[in-house]
Structures are given as structure tokens and as C-alpha cells.
């Protein structure tokens, strides 16, 4: 069974073709930096217009990569949310209308879901029950996955989103957007030692999370330290990096504890991060925790764990109706 899966949450217009649930046939993203950079973030209505300007072409790359028709699609898959209500609608109803048109099923996926389902898509997926840290730019939370369809929250950010920290820090360091790919690679550089910044939540019993602390005391330390030095700046990312990475690994480590679980995994856009990548595997290995990170075109924003998700919903008998609407909050 082909599934064809849509993504458009955020500021990626992504779609993909996945055979039977774990065999990429082709995965198209296209992103839509060069739009949002002057600005620092994403700018909603600059992204539902690019987003409407993106699907055919992307569609279109998506089909002649795999080398399929429309008529072999055999169901379609989209982001229903969480995300942005004016991107999320073009895609939702792209996917609608495409489906109707071909008389074939489709149904709409959780976005946060989905990024777990990219870590199904690996060559070696993680048994379950496992836990799993979604960190992205709108969301960061802490799953206990019983099985591909079962996933309970045992915890999330009270305020910024992980990967939105690392954004607004690397605009206030002036280092552009987005942010969390740049600051991974200037922290190579720094000492994460010299800086100090806060661990929200570390001491505590809480599994929640927050992140806005730490934001703020970047700015503070900005303030106080106006003359930069060379290297300050990586020192500066290489620091508040080292804090947001020493609390998720912590929390992951401790939530796999709580319940008896051995098996950990990262998943969404900061999973891509490489020292959090790092100290995963050597502070959850030093555990005797196995470790599953997805390979880099998996964390970020794709359509393939979109179809992913679709093609297990979708042979399990789940089916979306015309009047399904998009949705902007999980919860
Ligand atoms: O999952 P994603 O692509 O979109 C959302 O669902 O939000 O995550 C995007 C987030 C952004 O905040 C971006 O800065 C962050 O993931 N990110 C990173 C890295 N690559 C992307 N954060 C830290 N290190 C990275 N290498
Ligand atoms: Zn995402």
C-alpha cells in the first residue's frame, strides 16, 4: 500500500511517498528559510502563502522521484496539527481535495505523533515500549510509547519550546533563523564550560520542563557583558547549549527510570542536535540504556513520518470525514 503523506504545520511544505508504512519511495522538503530570515521567525501569513505556492511542485518532485502516478497512490495522509492555522489548511485541504479525487482513503495525523513514527521509518526501529523525547520548535515533551498507536505524555514545557530557545538565543547573538542548526555548530567552537547558565527543573521530582529561564539569562549575561571578545559568542552558545541539553538528557534518563524502561529515543527538529545527540548516547549507554536516535532528514519537519502514521491509522480502519478541521494546540 502507498501512502502519500502531507506535512505543512510550520514552515516546511513537505510531501512523501512511504510503502507499507517503513519504505521511503521519496521525501520532498522544501523549506522556506529565505522567507522568514529577515524577520528572525516564522511569519504565518508568509508562510501559508508560500506554503500554497510550494504543494504542486512539491507534489509533482514527489511523484516523478518515486516514479509514481496519482493512480498508484492508494491513500493519503496530512498534518492536522498542531501548527499554524493558515499553513496547516493548505496542506489538510490539498490532501482532502487530492483524496476525494482519487476515491481514495484518507485521514488526518498528529504532528507530534508523527515525529515519533519517523524514528519506525529507521533500519532499526525502537522496540516498544520505549521512551521518547519530542523536542521541536513548537513543542517539548516526554512520551512513554507502549506501542505505535499508544504514546501517554509524562511531561512537557510549562513555557518556550526547546528548539524555540535555541532560535531566540541565536537572534539575540545575531546568528540568524534558524537558529538551533547555528548555534550547534559555533558551540563546537566554544567552551561549555566557561559560561554557566541555569538548569530549570533539575533539582526537582517534576518531568516538566521549562526553557524561558534559561533564555532570559542569556539575555541578562548579553546585557551585563556588552564587549565581546573573541570567541564570546561561542562560548555564549556553547554554554546555554550545554544547559538545555544537560536538562533534557537528565529528564529522559530519570522518566526511563520512573518506569522500568531501558529504551530511550529523540525525535522533532533538536534532535538533530549533535551534542545533545552525544551526550544521549553516552549518558543513557553509561546506564545500559539503548539509545535510538532518527538519522538527520527524519528529525526535522518531513512528510515521510506523516505517512508513516497515515498507512498504520489507515489500515487500522481510521478514516477522516470532509468536515475534519485543522487544529492549532495539541491537548
Ligand atoms: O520539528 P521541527 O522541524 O519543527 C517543529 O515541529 O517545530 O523543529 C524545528 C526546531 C527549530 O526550533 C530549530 O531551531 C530546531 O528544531 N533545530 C535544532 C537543530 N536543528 C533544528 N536545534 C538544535 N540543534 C540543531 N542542530
Ligand atoms: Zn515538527
Redesign the pocket.
Known sequence: MIVLGIES??D?TAAALVRDGNRILSSVVASQEEVHHPYGGVVPELASRRHLESILPVMRQTLSQAGVGLADIDGVAATRGPGLIGSLLVGFSFAKALAFALEVPWVGVN?LEG?IHALFLEAQPPPCPFIALIA????TGLYFVSSPMSMELLGQTRDD?A??A??KVAKMLSLGY????V??RIARQGDPERIRFPRPFMEKSSRDFSFSGIKTAVGRYLREHPDSCPGHVADIAAGFQEAVVDVLVYKLIRAAHSKGCLRVALA???A???R?RERLVRDAGAEQMEVYLPSLQL???NAAMVAALGYRLLAAGRRGRLEDDVFSRSG
Open positions: 504545520s510550520c516546511e504532528h515525529h521541536s520548535g513548537g513543542h519550546a528548539g524555540e535555541f532560535d534558524p537558529g538551533g542548526v548555534i550547534d522533532g527538529g533538536v538533530a542536535n549533535s545533545l528529525c526535522g519537519d
